[in-house]
């Protein structure tokens, strides 16, 4: 809770307390109060995580492990040692049962969640099941041990980079606001739509990079073994292991951070104050530091609050990339495993990091800004902003009351006209005429609104790219059912054995001086001889496949299916298969292959018996591989004699020789030559070609996005307003739930839920929305309304009848629209990439192919084999489609906000 959100005393309150002995005392008191109430918020969001989780029994399942371990030991120490074995499962039964009794596992669900509430705030919930960890010289398992273990090293990395990048940013920013309009302001402009895109995806970028350097530094910040003391020779390994997760944070928030501030002091640099300060001639250090940054502490405590609190839940999705053995990668793991006892810890954990950070911004606001002030009841108050008519606004519903300015209206003939019966065709007509001109008004609104988006170019490229998205989704969705793309992505009828393994697309040829070799198919069953082929045409231009019979004996009939192709490049082939089927009745066929090279030499590849059918693949052929002294098949074959480097261009032949024994007997074979590209967006680690799940992944994002922005900024603004409007419990009761889902910690929660109950994409876009509705939007919307709702047109509406949901829906919320939509265009990235972090978690819909899973498998399967296509295209599209969002929304800004208009 900030200071604006709490009770506004009167003005003559206000000059009391300046009277009052001793200002120690009131802040005494009102940190008591603050710690006080942030310690209840606690408490209601860790029974509200025990309860959550415990209604999969969850935690009834941890209690009951708890007591089978204590027994188990009991009895390994020799426990019932001297009693008969028929005696033993009787006495151990019902010590069992008094223990779980004791527990409290017979008691009735609230009640027993109540109990392990204690628990839940000791972090006392045993032994993790799969953890460990070494603390004062023994090996344990404890949840807290492995906690307080991990804790500094997460504080280490990322609480260090962040508290930097934020100093860095905010001094900076400064200097930037006074050189407004020049290259370097417009530089940080441009990028600034770069702050959309998390951490962990410019990590993937960097990584990618220095592979490729080849620099030595790795790519995460694991260790061999973490130091237990600090010495001067650990310090050139911590940086190494450092860099990468440092300058990632950087470049992440370092542009848009500079932005941001720069607004801010911008809009600070063009108060009355500051002028005056210019023309009694300071000098810009003092001007900046006494007249712009003093004023804008509390806006620059509430970043660095809000920095914190992102840093922690971000802090799972970085350590699980950069191999960071914190906390984030600890609830990492215990995802994984399912380890329940880990999971809640952590999660208790995180609400306690987010309360002590609310904690200490309380504290600095009233330390810092001038405006407030601590009364001897330890509340606080913005003196400037403080009436008497104010406070009885505050205490008693806007509506039981009339103000002078209202019983005028109301005694006007305009106030006195009494009111008509409308006929059901003039209700009719009425809501028509409103209809029409709404749309009208609407459409010349975003007419005027558009024109001047236009005259931002990043706002017209953002506009195009995201035009040009949802069309493609719309497009995807209709051609490839959801069904139909699923069993496709899953391979279910084996649809992708002609595919090459982990190639890259083919547009990489246009960047290439020697083209990547192509896929080239060629069929026997084809009837007239044509060629089936993966690339383009031109890539098996003269490709032909016959078929040829002839008797050679009585009871032995030759079938010679012959390959010809051309090779133009000077690559080698991934590989060569030969599917071979074959329908005989008791003796099977003898398979004989022979290659022929365009400088006409003839390679016999092997002879052997086939089955019904039979798979030749080249790659696996060791007898082969002895034969050409160990060389790689392919490049044998292929190979130039004179340059055993590049594969020798021209035409080549494999002849099958099938000897088939009996009168009906037959063969046919397939040849695939795998290529090393392959389509627009090449194929993955299962030979699946990864154009299926980058085009559904662009409406799962864009559907995740939209939705959760939407549903989540729309609700946050009704229940904002309704809260505003009506005041007293309402009122209270709304910011008491804001702030207990505060501390709860956002992602940590929603794993759990995906972990115990449901793993649909609907669910988690359902929770995604439900802790999102009463987070810090539902405070900003606040204060506004409550200024809002003293304007002169609210009182002129009640003044004439006005219900409270007209003047709510038609005269507050619309009224907003200038501040919400562009956070709620800025908003959308946010979730498209909390989606993609989702599934970087392995958090998402089991069948569903999205972005953020081709990411995990380039991750796992590509990145370190140099297949980096897996991984930058997916990522790059999911930046793309995040920056278009950002600059769409800072242009939509800059248009609304006139103090933000480049002059």
């Keep these: 809770m900030t200071a604006t959100d709490l009770p506004l005393q009167p003005s003559e309150e206000a000059v009391k307390e300046s009277a009052h002995p001793s200002a120690l005392a009131r802040i005494a008191k009102y940190t008591i109060v603050r710690a006080t109430v942030l310690a209840l918020t606690v408490v209601v969001a860790v029974w509200v995580t025990i309860f959550i989780a415990n209604l999969g029994g969850y935690v009834d399942v941890i209690i009951e492990s708890r007591i089978d371990q204590m027994l188990m030991s009991m009895a390994m120490g020799g426990w019932l040692r001297d009693v008969p074995t028929e005696e033993k499962f009787e006495i151990i039964d019902q010590t069992k049962a008094a223990m779980m009794d004791a527990e409290g596992l017979n008691e009735p669900f609230l009640l027993r969640t109540v109990r392990w509430l204690e628990d839940g705030l000791t972090l006392n919930w045993g032994e993790s099941r799969y953890a460990q960890t070494r603390s004062w010289g023994r090996s344990t398992s404890e949840v807290k041990d492995l906690i307080k273990e991990s804790l500094p090293r997460t504080l280490i990395v990322f609480g260090a980079a962040n508290v930097l990048l934020f100093f860095v940013s905010l001094f900076l920013s400064l200097g930037l606001a006074r050189r407004r309009g020049g290259w370097l302001d417009r530089l940080v402009v441009t990028l600034s739509p770069m702050g959309a895109v998390p951490a ?230 009425s809501f028509g005429t409103g209809i029409s001109r709404w749309l009208g008004n609407s459409a010349r609104i975003l007419g005027r609104t558009l024109k001047e988006v236009a005259q931002y170019p990043s706002a017209v490229i953002g506009l195009a790219i995201i035009i040009a998205m949802i069309c493609t989704s719309i497009v995807t969705v209709i051609l490839i059912p959801y069904d139909e793309a699923v069993g496709v992505w899953r391979s279910e009828h084996d649809i992708w054995y002609q595919n090459p393994l982990k190639a890259s697309p083919e547009w990489v040829n246009l960047f290439r001086v020697n083209d990547l070799p192509e896929t080239i198919v060629l069929d026997s069953r084809s009837v007239s001889g044509e060629v089936v082929q993966g690339g383009d045409a031109a890539a098996s231009e003269g490709a032909t496949v016959t078929r040829t019979a002839e008797q050679v004996t009585e009871e032995m009939r030759e079938i010679v299916l012959t390959y010809t192709f051309d090779y133009p490049y000077k690559g080698f082939p991934q590989d060569l298969r030969l599917y071979v089927t074959a329908q005989y009745e008791r003796k099977r066929p003898h398979l004989l292959l022979t290659w022929l090279t365009p400088d006409e030499r003839e390679i016999e590849m092997g002879s052997f018996a086939i089955d019904e059918s039979q798979l030749y693949i080249l790659s696996r052929d060791d007898r082969l591989q002895r034969e050409l002294d160990g060389e790689r098949p392919q490049e044998a074959l292929f190979a130039d004699p004179e340059d055993p480097e590049v594969a020798l261009k021209g035409t080549y032949q494999l002849q099958a020789s099938l000897l088939v024994f009996e009168e009906e007997a037959d063969a046919q074979g397939e040849l695939v030559l795998y290529g090393q590209v392959y389509g627009l967006a090449g194929t993955d680690h299962e030979r699946r070609d990864l154009l299926v799940a980058l085009l559904w992944g662009m409406p799962v994002a864009l559907a995740f996005g939209l939705l959760a922005a939407v549903g989540t900024s729309v609700s946050t603004v009704i229940i904002a307003g309704v809260g505003v409007w009506y005041g007293g419990w309402l009122d209270s009761l709304v910011q008491r739930i804001t702030e207990v889902n505060l501390v709860l910690p956002f992602l940590p929660v929603s794993i759990l839920i995906y972990t115990v109950y449901s793993k649909s994409f609907w669910a988690i876009l359902g929770v995604t929305v439900a802790l999102s509705i009463f987070g810090s939007g539902i405070k900003n919307y606040r204060a506004i309304f409550l200024q809002l709702k003293e304007a002169p047109y609210i009182e002129g509406a009640q003044a004439y009848g006005a219900r409270n949901r007209r003047i709510i829906f038609r005269y507050l919320i619309p009224r907003i629209g200038a501040v919400m939509i562009p956070q709620l265009v800025i908003l959308i990235p946010s979730y498209v990439f909390l989606e993609a972090t989702l599934a970087f978690l392995e958090v998402s819909d089991p069948i569903l192919p999205t972005w953020g899973k081709l990411i995990v498998d380039a991750l796992q399967y590509g990145t370190h084999s140099g297949d980096i296509h897996m991984l930058l295209i997916p990522a790059g599209l999911l930046m793309m489609m995040g920056v278009a969002f950002a600059m769409v929304g800072l242009s939509l800004e800059r248009v609304l906000d006139p103090r933000l208009r480049e002059r």
């Design 200 to 429: 962990w995806a410019f990590g993937i970028v960097l990584n990618v990079i220095f592979l490729r350097l080849q620099v030595g530094i790795t790519s995460g910040g694991t260790f061999d073994a973490w130091p237990r003391e600090f010495t001067i020779a650990y310090i050139p390994m911590v940086l190494k292991h450092m860099f990468l997760p440092f300058l990632s944070i950087f470049v992440s928030g370092f542009f848009f951070s500079l932005y941001t501030w720069r607004s801010l002091f911008l809009v600070y640099s063009q108060e009355d104050y500051v002028d005056m300060a210019k023309a009694k001639g300071l000098s810009h250090r003092m001007l900046e530091r006494r007249y712009i940054l003093r004023p804008g502490l509390p806006a620059v405590l509430t970043s660095f609050a809000l920095m914190l609190v992102v840093m922690w839940q971000e802090i799972i999705a970085l350590e699980k990339f950069f191999n960071v053995s914190g906390i984030g990668r600890l609830f990492y793991g215990a995802i994984r495993t399912i380890d329940m006892p880990l999971m809640l810890g952590l999660v208790v954990s995180f609400a306690y990091l987010l309360a002590i950070t609310m904690f200490a911004l309380d504290i600095l606001y009233a330390v810092v800004d001038p405006r407030v002030r601590v009364t001897s009841e330890g509340r606080t108050l913005r003196a400037a902003a403080v009436s008497r008519r104010q406070a009885l606004l505050q205490r008693f519903r806007l509506g039981v009351g009339r103000s002078k300015r209202q019983d005028r209206i109301a005694g006007s003939a305009w106030g006195r006209e009494e009111a008509r019966t409308y006929t059901f065709s003039e209700r009719v007509r």
